[in-house]
């Protein structure tokens, strides 16, 4: 799932396996990672975030790692499902007061199709 | 409750027009972003505001402007625009949790 330039790389899963999605950030000193979803006309949708003191985090069905000594992030989907199939994104950020945030820097997105 | 609301829907401008897209929340958020986002790629930030008062340049900034009107409102203006600027703009918001990004549906623009 690594950014490969202007084509979004697609990752084909079979329904009920498990996905791994991958990341690569640039910013070390981000504060936040965070995961969303998009489907299809629609605008994203926040997943799951993690903190940089963390290395890993749990949701419902997903589990985000982060490894900051390579800049790198993923997203774990348990039992993939038809209605996983969206394009996935990354980004980081970090918060300027405790009220107010700054840039958000994305990835460039990965494709997730779910095949029965 | 109708989280981000931006508007119009869709637009269809000739090269060299104006037109000011709209976008307002009702979460009482501090921050508030713009972004742009071409067929297959990320998303690209324009311009945001981290808080009612403040505005600051995004990534791909050239060609627009902003207006944080108030609290809920912030504004993206094409002054002349030009056939590069087709793409889908999403305006967002956040509040205080990391989590608390909210989108908007999206405005489809084509510049002929």
């Not at chain 2, 625009?81 to 623009?109: H, I, K, M």
Request: aromatic share 10%.
């Amino acid at each position: 799932g690594e950014s490969v330039g202007l084509h979004l790389p697609t990752l084909s899963v079979q329904e009920g396996d498990n996905s791994i999605i991958n990341c690569a950030y640039s910013n070390s000193a981000s504060d936040y990672f965070i995961w969303y979803k998009q489907e299809s006309g629609k605008g994203p949708q926040f997943i799951i975030d993690i903190r940089s003191n963390m290395d890993k985090r749990q949701g419902q069905r997903v589990t985000v790692l982060l490894n900051k000594t390579v800049k790198h992030l993923s997203l774990q989907i348990a039992a993939t499902q038809p209605g996983d199939s969206a394009v996935y994104f990354c980004a980081e950020t970090s918060p300027l007061t405790t009220d107010s945030w700054g840039k958000f820097q994305f990835g460039a997105g990965t494709q997730v199709v779910v095949t029965p | 409750n109708a989280g981000v609301t931006q508007t119009p829907k869709f637009q269809v401008l000739k090269t060299g027009q104006s037109m000011t897209l709209q976008c307002a929340q009702d979460m009482n958020h501090n921050s508030m972003y713009w972004y742009r986002q071409d067929p297959g790629m990320g998303l690209r930030l324009i311009y945001y505001s981290a808080s009612e008062g403040t505005t600051d340049k995004g990534e791909v900034p050239n060609g627009y402007n902003v207006s944080r009107l108030n609290k809920r409102e912030f504004s993206l203006r094409l002054e002349s625009a030009a056939p590069s600027q087709t793409s889908v703009y999403f305006c967002a918001s956040n509040g205080q949790g990391a989590y608390e990004q909210f989108f908007g549906p999206g405005t489809r623009l084509t510049v002929l």
